[in-house]
């Protein structure tokens, strides 16, 4: 182990120089003193080691850091206190430091580790000074334990590095500026949106980077962060905004500024946070377009045109001028869509929707009201008949034949008209009062218009009062149904009978069928009471049944919106079951014009109800628009000739030759033909002549309730025939 040197001094600069080796052996001097002193309580370890890299001083301090001890420290390596790991690469600084031609006092902030006794790593800031000696120059190190350091300076790094991850990661442009409003930072959503690199943009001012301008003015606008800097305040979102990117394309944002502080808590800048919605605008838009007009024709609905008929009102009282509205329903649309079906049904509409706007002014709004329903606003009017004028104009327009698919649909349509303020000064009672003559027009042959007046307020609350109280009808159990029979007009049996629908009001009384059955078409209610009819036949045939009657035929009319429901098929087999009755004792009848409608479709229908047995009967046959080449493939059992042709059979000779005829055709095509509405002896007599199969009417059996019917059936008279 080399001797320790016995002295030490300071040269001229100030740097410690060891004394030669005599006088330090000689004793140390106050130099020594206090240099071993200012050594001692050094707040860093040092170590000093010779040119051979042997440590030859060390303090306190090393003792502590190192858990050596002195003795086991002086004349080793100062490998000793290295990691394995890192020593090569402090011999290369050594070597490095002790070869350069001047050699000065230096810090080496290189991730260097100190190594304790136990071997323990733990990361070191180190600073050298050299020491001129007579033998040539020692180095001083000055050791510091940097964990705590090193710990807060990863800490720092990492956080920053989850800041800078985040910010690049997230769906909003970020830009932070200085206190001059100089850009110092862009995320990657920023440097997109606004067609500026990073690198470029850092040190730009924010108005040349960040270019907005007013949506709704177009007028530029400066970015919101005066208020961050010089009020230290957050400025809240402001979707009002257009960006103009570097490259000229513009982008609708939202967005928002808050100041940066320091670790003082002084404003340093401030921060804008931005992000495209030009998707969530579309969608908006989108929505406002839904939420105000038809899906199907692109119209306005009811909600748009309402708020347009409120401005046209105030508009109209301002200047003195008549506004009217008129309120259009199609004629039998629910046929067309029951017969050619719903997609022809919606082409239609739209069509519809086409020719109504192409018959009004510009300053006239058309809006669907809902289903097959139309209203339209013809602004500052002077004159009602204005209104007529452009009613005839629609109608006649909307009765033009539609080329859809394969079809050449036609449909007219019933228009009721109301004036502002003749009728009323009220928007609601105006679309009300229109209502109220649509109906009435539809009423009174439909194809036309009608202007409201005051007397159709009363048919309006009757049919309102009629459809309130079919709704509750059903429950209350306040329908019944009488039974008028069919006899076989060669024998005089009786051969069935067919059930006839009657109300019997808690305080009306008897209302007539004639009355109701339209309201219950018109509101859907027909549905419901059809299928309890059909169910009550059923259960009252089999009743007479049980009870020892003679077999006989329930005939039950079926309406156009029961055939065409869905369920219908099923909704037949499982009332026959319930019932128990024979299929072959139930006679469904159907109009021609139920008949005709989707031919396919209701031939499919009609031979499934003849697979199980059920009897089918054409209702008022003469009156609607049969094809005989159609009629011919239905499974037909039974032609009822409408009463209309029956009543003046003897005195009219059109009818006598009709009635003449069907009752040939029904025997040619196997066919019983079954006339209604025999009231005279005259009339039955030219029946029976005929040799028409069956007759119906007041001669030969007047409705009857049900206990009434079953004593008739029981009695099998024929005095009537003979």
């Not at 002195?70 to 990691?83: F, K, M």
């Not at 309402?306 to 200047?319: F, K, N």
């Not at 309102?464 to 039974?483: G, I, P, T």
């Not at 309201?519 to 299928?531: F, H, K, N, P």
Request: proline share 5%; glycine share 8%.
């Amino acid at each position: 182990m080399p001797e320790r040197p016995a002295g030490i001094g300071f040269g001229a600069r100030g740097e410690p120089v060891m004394a030669d080796d005599s006088q330090a052996l000689q004793g140390g001097g106050p130099d020594e003193f206090l240099f071993r002193q200012i050594v001692e309580t050094a707040p860093d370890a040092l170590i000093v080691v010779d040119g051979e890299s042997r440590i030859v001083v060390v303090n306190a301090q090393v003792e502590v850091l190192f858990e050596y001890s002195r003795a086991e420290l002086l004349g080793q390596g100062i490998d000793v206190l290295v990691p394995e790991r890192f020593r090569a690469q402090h011999a290369r600084h050594r070597h490095h430091y002790f070869e350069h031609s001047k050699v000065r006092p230096m810090g080496v902030g290189l991730d260097l580790y100190g190594r304790r006794k136990d071997g323990s790593e733990f990361p070191v800031e180190i600073s050298l000074s050299p020491l001129r000696l007579q033998s040539g120059i020692w180095v001083s190190a000055a050791i510091r334990d940097i964990t705590e350091r090193k710990l807060v300076q990863d800490a720092w790094f990492a956080e920053r590095e989850r800041a800078e991850i985040t910010l690049n990661s997230i769906g909003d442009g970020v830009i932070s500026t200085d206190l001059d409003g100089h850009i110092t930072y862009l995320n990657p959503i920023a440097e997109a949106l606004t067609g500026w690199p990073v690198a470029e943009a850092v040190g730009q001012p924010l108005a040349r980077v960040f270019r907005l301008s007013d949506c709704v003015s177009g007028q530029p606008v400066s970015a919101p962060i005066e208020l961050p800097i010089v009020n230290n305040q957050v400025v809240a979102s402001n979707t009002n905004w257009m960006l103009h990117s570097r490259n000229g394309e513009e982008t609708p944002i939202e967005d928002s500024a808050a100041p940066i502080h320091d670790r003082q808590g002084a404003v340093a800048g401030a921060v804008i946070v931005f992000h495209d919605v030009s998707e969530a605008r579309a969608v908006a838009l989108q929505m406002s377009h839904l939420a105000q007009y038809d899906h199907l024709t692109g119209l306005p609905n009811r909600m748009l045109f309402q708020d347009r008929l409120q401005q046209a009102i105030a508009l109209a009282q301002r200047h003195g001028n008549r506004l009217a509205v008129l309120f259009l329903d199609l004629d039998r649309f629910k046929y067309i869509n029951d017969s050619l079906g719903h997609t022809v049904g919606d082409q239609l509409l739209h069509a519809v929707a086409a020719r109504l706007l192409g018959c009004v002014r510009s300053s006239d709004t058309v809006g669907r009201q809902s289903g097959d329903e139309f209203v339209i606003l013809l602004s500052e009017i002077e004159f009602p008949e204005f209104a007529a004028l452009t009613a005839q104009k629609l109608l006649h327009a909307l009765a033009l034949p539609y080329p859809i698919d394969e079809h050449n649909v036609t449909v007219t349509g019933s228009i009721g008209i109301s004036i502002y303020p003749d009728d009323s000064r009220d928007a609601g009672m105006l679309m009300q009062n229109a209502d109220t003559a649509m109906y009435y027009a539809k009423e009174h042959g439909r194809n036309s218009h009608q202007f409201f007046k005051a007397e159709m307020n009363e048919r309006s609350v009757e049919r309102q009062f009629l459809e309130n109280s079919l709704r509750q009808a059903l429950q209350r159990k306040e329908f019944l149904l009488h039974f008028q029979p069919k006899v076989n007009l060669e024998t005089g049996a009786v051969s069935g009978v067919e059930a006839l629908l009657r109300w019997l009001h808690p305080v009306r009384g008897h209302i007539a069928p004639a009355q109701f059955i339209p309201v219950a078409e018109d509101s859907g209610l027909i549905l419901q009471i059809g299928q309890w009819a059909l169910r009550e036949a059923c259960h009252q045939a089999q009743l007479w049944r049980r009870s020892g009657l003679p077999p006989i035929v329930m005939a039950v009319n079926i309406s156009a919106m029961e055939f065409r429901a869905p369920g219908f098929l099923d909704n037949v087999r499982a009332i026959l079951r319930e019932s128990d009755l024979p299929p072959q004792c139930l006679e469904l009848e159907l109009t021609e014009s139920v008949l005709m409608r989707d031919v396919e479709a209701t031939n499919s229908v009609l031979h499934e109800l003849k697979a199980m047995g059920v009897r089918l009967a054409v209702d008022d046959f003469g009156t609607g628009y049969s094809s005989l080449s159609y009629l011919k493939r239905f499974p037909i059992d039974v032609l009822k000739i409408d009463q209309s042709f029956v009543r003046d059979i003897n005195t009219d000779n059109e009818d006598a030759t009709i009635v003449s005829a069907v009752i040939g055709m029904g025997r040619n095509l196997n066919q019983q033909v079954v006339a209604e509405g025999v009231e005279t002896t005259e009339q039955l007599q030219f029946l029976r002549n005929h040799r028409c199969s069956e007759g119906q009417g007041y001669l030969l059996g007047r409705p009857l309730a049900a206990l009434e019917c079953a004593q008739f059936l029981r009695g099998l008279s024929t005095s009537l025939l003979h």
